[in-house]
C-alpha cells in the first residue's frame, strides 16, 4: 500500500495532478491480507521512537527484541489466524516471548515481532481521521474503520485520502441533496469525510488554481468504486450544473444514461461481484472559465479480454452474451443463437443465470439505453451481429488436415458454426477459415502462408473473438462520447479514475493476464 501512495506521489511531483485517492474495501478481514507486510508502521509510532532514542532510551528490552513499550500490563494486539487480531493484557515477558491473555479468553505465547501496543485510550467511536490514532499499525487501522462500521460510518480520512467501507446496503440519507448543499464550500475535515468533501475539494482547487485535478478511485473487486465515482460526479455535477431553460439533459445525466451499454459489454459477474466492471475507467469532466460544466469524456482501458474465451465457475462471462441468447425469438433466429450452454465460451462455467436478473428483460433495457445514446437500428443489429459471430466462432474446433501440421474445422457442426460466423461478420468465409488455419508471414520480399496445428487455430480463434470484441467495445466507447458531447476547447477538467487495484487471489489468474495489480504498474 505505501508502495502505491509512494509511486503516487512521485507521479504528482511529474505533474500529475493526483490530488486526492479513495481507497476502498469490501470487508475488514481482507485488509489483512492487505496490509500483511506491516509497512505502514506509523509516522507517529517512529517519531515516538526518535523521541524516545534522542532521550537516550533504548529501544530494545535488555535481553530481548521486544519493543519497550511492551511490558507485564501492557494492552496489546497479537495476531490470529482465525480473528486476525485479538486485544489482551500482557502478563509475562521472556526473552522474545510474550505471554497474553486476550479479552476473547484465550491465553497466547507470540514473539515480540507479532505484537503491537494498543491505545488504552482509543475512542469506542473511533476517530474520523486516522492521523489522530495514537498507533497508525494494521489493527490500529481495522479496530478504528470496524468501530465506525458498526456505526455506519463508511468513510474514513487518512490525511487527505478517503477510505471507504463497503456498506452492503443503501444508506440514502449520505447521499442527499441536502448533503451536497452542506459540503458546499466546507474546509476539507471539517465535516464528516465523504466523496462529496473529496470533490468538493477538487473543485475548488481547480477554481482557485486554474490547475486541472485528478480524483484517484481504487481498491478491490466489488469495494464500491462504481459507487464512489457516482458520488463524485453527482456532486460535480451538482457544483458545475448550468441553470437550464431548456429541456435538455444535463451532462451527468448523459454520462449515467450510457451507464447500461457499457455495463452490458464491460461488466460480468465474478466471484465478489454480479456485475464487476471489468475495465478501467477515466471520466473526464470539462469546465468552463466560469467553473461550469461544458462537456465530458469517458475514457477506458484494459478491458479484461481474456474473459471472453475463458471463464471458470462461478464466474460468467460478459453480460451481452447471455442476454442475447434470451433475446425475443426473432433474434434468435436471426442470429441462430438458443441456449447459453450450447455455446463454448460460455459453458466453461456452470454460472448462467444471475439472482433476480431477467435477461430478457436486460437485452430490452440495453437496446433501449443505446436508443438513448444514439446508436441506431442498423448499428444496434450489427453490435449484436458480432456478438453472435463471436458465440458461434467459440464453437468452431479443429482436427488434424490432410497435409502435416495442418487443421480443418471438425465436423459438420464447426463447419456449420464457421459459416454463421462468416454470415453474421458479413465476410468470406474462406478468408475466415484460412484467418483462423493459417498463418501468413510478411518478409521483405515475399509472404509464406504456413498451416497450424489444430490446437494452434484453436488460439487463433480465440484470439479473433478477443480481438473483435475488444474493437467492438471501443466502437461503443467512442459512440458514447459523441452522443455525451466532449468540449474539446475546454482548459480545465477533473478526471475522476477509477481502477481495480489490491486485488490478492492465491493465484493471480487473471490479474497476470489482463488485470494487472496496480502495484506493478509502472508511473
Ligand atoms: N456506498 C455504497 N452504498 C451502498 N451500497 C454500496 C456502496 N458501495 C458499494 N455498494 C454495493 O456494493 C456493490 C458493488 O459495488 P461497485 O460495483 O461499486 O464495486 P466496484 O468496486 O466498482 O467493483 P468492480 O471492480 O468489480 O466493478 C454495489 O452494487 C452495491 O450494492
Known amino acids: ?25 469490501s470487508f475488514l478481514q481482507r485488509l489483512f491480507s492487505y496490509l500483511g507486510n506491516k509497512e505502514i508502521h506509523s509516522a507517529r509510532l517512529e517519531r515516538n521512537e526518535r523521541e524516545e532514542r534522542a532521550r537516550g532510551k533504548s529501544l530494545e528490552c535488555e535481553r530481548c527484541a521486544a519493543p519497550s513499550s511492551i511490558i507485564v500490563g501492557s494492552h496489546v494486539w497479537v495476531e490470529d489466524p482465525d480473528e486476525a487480531w485479538l486485544d489482551g493484557e500482557v502478563t509475562e515477558v521472556k526473552g522474545d516471548d510474550i505471554k ?18 494498543k491505545d488504552p485510550e482509543f475512542p469506542s467511536c473511533g476517530v474520523d481521521d486516522m492521523t489522530k490514532l495514537a498507533y497508525l499499525h494494521e489493527p490500529g487501522v481495522l479496530q478504528n474503520l470496524r468501530c465506525r462500521y458498526d456505526i455506519n460510518e463508511i468513510y474514513t480520512y487518512t490525511g487527505n485520502i478517503l477510505i471507504a467501507v463497503n456498506p452492503f446496503r443503501r444508506l440514502p440519507h449520505l447521499y442527499s441533496n441536502h448533503m451536497m448543499e452542506q459540503y458546499k464550500g466546507a474546509a476539507f475535515g471539517e465535516l464528516s469525510p465523504h466523496p462529496f468533501a473529496v470533490a468538493d475539494a477538487a473543485y475548488r482547487n481547480m477554481i482557485n488554481e486554474k490547475i486541472s485535478q485528478a480524483i484517484l478511485v481504487s481498491g478491490e473487486s466489488g469495494a464500491g468504486k462504481t459507487e464512489s465515482t457516482k458520488s463524485l460526479m453527482r456532486y460535480l455535477a451538482y457544483m458545475g450544473g448550468k ?71 462461478p464466474e460468467r462471462n460478459y453480460h451481452c452474451f447471455y442476454m442475447l441468447c434470451a433475446a425475443p425469438a426473432e433474434d434468435i433466429e436471426k442470429y441462430k443463437l438458443g441456449n447459453p450452454r450450447t ?15 431477467d435477461e430478457y428483460k436486460e437485452y430490452l433495457a440495453t437496446k433501449r ?15 449484436f451481429r458480432v456478438v453472435a459471430a463471436i458465440l458461434h466462432l467459440g464453437n468452431v474446433e479443429f482436427v488434424k488436415g490432410k497435409e502435416i501440421d495442418s487443421s480443418q474445422p471438425k465436423d459438420d457442426k464447426s463447419r456449420f458454426h464457421l459459416k454463421t460466423a462468416a454470415e453474421l461478420f458479413k465476410c468470406n468465409l474462406k478468408a475466415l477459415e484460412d484467418s483462423l488455419v493459417k498463418r ?22 480465440d484470439a479473433l473473438a478477443k480481438i473483435v470484441y475488444s474493437k467492438l467495445f471501443d466502437w461503443l466507447v467512442d459512440k458514447i462520447n459523441v452522443s455525451i458531447g466532449q468540449d474539446t476547447a475546454s482548459e480545465l477538467l477533473i478526471g475522476v479514475l477509477d481502477i481495480y487495484g489490491f486485488e490478492s487471489f492465491k493465484t493471480n489468474r487473471n490479474s497476470n493476464i489482463s488485470r494487472p495489480n496496480l502495484l506493478k504498474i509502472p508511473y
Not at 502505491?4 to 486526492?20: E, M, P, Q
Not at 479479552?103 to 507479532?114: D, F, L, M, Y
Not at 455455446?343 to 436478473?357: A, E, I, P, R
Not at 520480399?445 to 498451416?451: H, Y
Request: with cysteine; aromatic share 8%; hydrophobic share 35%.
Open 369 to 383: 439505453a443505446m436508443d438513448v445514446v444514439g446508436i441506431s437500428q442498423e448499428e444496434q443489429d450489427a453490435i
Open 343 to 357: 455455446f463454448h465460451y460460455l459453458k466453461q462455467s456452470n454460472c448462467y443465470d444471475l439472482d433476480g436478473v
Open 243 to 313: 441553470a437550464s431553460k431548456t429541456e435538455e439533459r444535463s451532462v451527468e445525466q448523459k454520462v449515467l444514461e450510457s451507464n447500461p451499454v457499457l455495463e452490458a459489454f464491460g461488466n460480468a459477474k465474478t466471484v465478489r461481484n454480479n456485475n464487476s466492471s471489468r475495465f478501467g475507467k477515466f471520466v473526464e469532466i470539462q469546465f468552463d472559465k466560469k467553473g461550469q460544466i461544458s462537456g465530458a469524456a469517458i475514457r477506458t482501458y484494459l478491458l479484461e479480454r481474456s474473459r471472453v474465451c475463458q471463464v471458470s465457475d
Open 100 to 117: 497474553i491473555n486476550t479479552t476473547s479468553g484465550k491465553t497466547i505465547v507470540a514473539k515480540s515481532a507479532n505484537v503491537y501496543p
Open 1 to 25: 500500500m505505501s508502495d502505491v501512495v509512494i509511486r503516487l506521489r512521485c507521479a504528482k511531483r511529474r505533474g500529475l495532478n493526483t490530488s486526492y485517492i479513495i481507497w476502498l474495501f
Open 440 to 461: 501468413v508471414m510478411v518478409t521483405r520480399d515475399e509472404s509464406i502462408t504456413k498451416s497450424l496445428d489444430p490446437d494452434t487455430a484453436a488460439l487463433s480463434r
